[in-house]
């Protein structure tokens, strides 16, 4: 499984970004998949997740802020983030939740200056 994340950038505070996961090898609409956000010095954690039939659920911190989604057509999920700050700051990665595929493709970066 090929999981290619794109759309990254530097931004400031306030700002928005819209990040991409091209999934590849595998039968993308049985999945349920999700962002996870390693920020720097810290542990990567899992901050949203969409299910096969589009059902969402964020962390509380990007509740509001982040709207993720998924094109089962073109095997891709986005995640759309508004008002970023600085603790949005880290590499964006996607996968499948709750069990990860065991490759994780090498993320995109967002900074987030204030």
């Known amino acids: 499984v090929q999981l290619q994340a794109s759309g990254g950038g530097s931004v400031e505070a306030g700002g928005s970004l819209r990040v991409s996961c091209k999934v590849i090898?595998?039968?993308?609409?049985?999945?349920?998949m999700a962002w996870y956000r390693q920020a720097p010095g810290q542990q990567r954690e899992l901050i949203a997740d969409?299910?096969?039939?589009?059902?969402?659920n964020y962390v509380d911190s990007v509740k509001g802020r982040f709207i993720i989604s998924r094109d089962n057509v073109r095997r891709t999920m986005y995640l759309q983030m508004n008002s970023l700050n600085p603790e949005d700051t880290g590499v964006y990665y996607c996968?499948?939740?709750?069990?990860?595929?065991?490759?994780w493709g090498r993320g995109t970066r967002v900074s987030v200056s204030s």
């Open positions: 090898g595998t039968n993308f609409r049985l999945h349920r």
């Open positions: 969409i299910t096969n039939d589009g059902k969402q």
């Open positions: 996968n499948r939740a709750p069990e990860p595929f065991p490759s």
